[in-house]
């Protein structure tokens, strides 16, 4: 069974390892790894100061931030991993009837 600080360490890790990829992608991810590196920080105060609510609520937030898609640091590289597809070809469509006219003006005398 794993204790809180056991959870919270685990959970370090994992973002420090997350905040790595986001630095590979430069200054598209800038924000998002100053808000893992911001939340880190918390959690370590809260272990050191063994605050068990601080330490609850950081542990919740780490736990929100979803591992980065390894594609998405290719495509940031500028590596494509499939050929272009082609624009789809356009549909001919049709020509409609001209629209009917319902009123028919004449000039008045």
């Given at each position: 069974m794993n204790t809180l600080e056991d959870m919270l360490l685990a959970e370090?890790?994992?973002?420090r390892q997350l905040?790595?990829?986001?630095?590979?992608l430069g200054t598209a991810a800038a924000f998002a790894r100053a808000l893992i590196e911001d939340c880190l920080r918390s959690?370590?105060?809260a272990l050191?100061?063994?605050?068990?609510?601080?330490?609850?609520?950081?542990l919740e937030r780490l736990l929100r931030f979803q591992t980065l898609n390894h594609l998405a640091i290719q495509i940031s590289h500028g590596v494509t991993t499939?050929?272009?597809r082609s624009a789809p070809a356009p549909v001919m469509r049709a020509k409609l009837p001209p629209p009917e006219q319902f009123f028919t003006w004449t000039r008045a005398a």
């Open positions: 370090q890790a994992r973002c905040a790595r990829e986001y630095n590979e959690a370590e105060d050191q100061n063994r605050q068990l609510v601080a330490m609850q609520r950081a499939s050929p272009r």
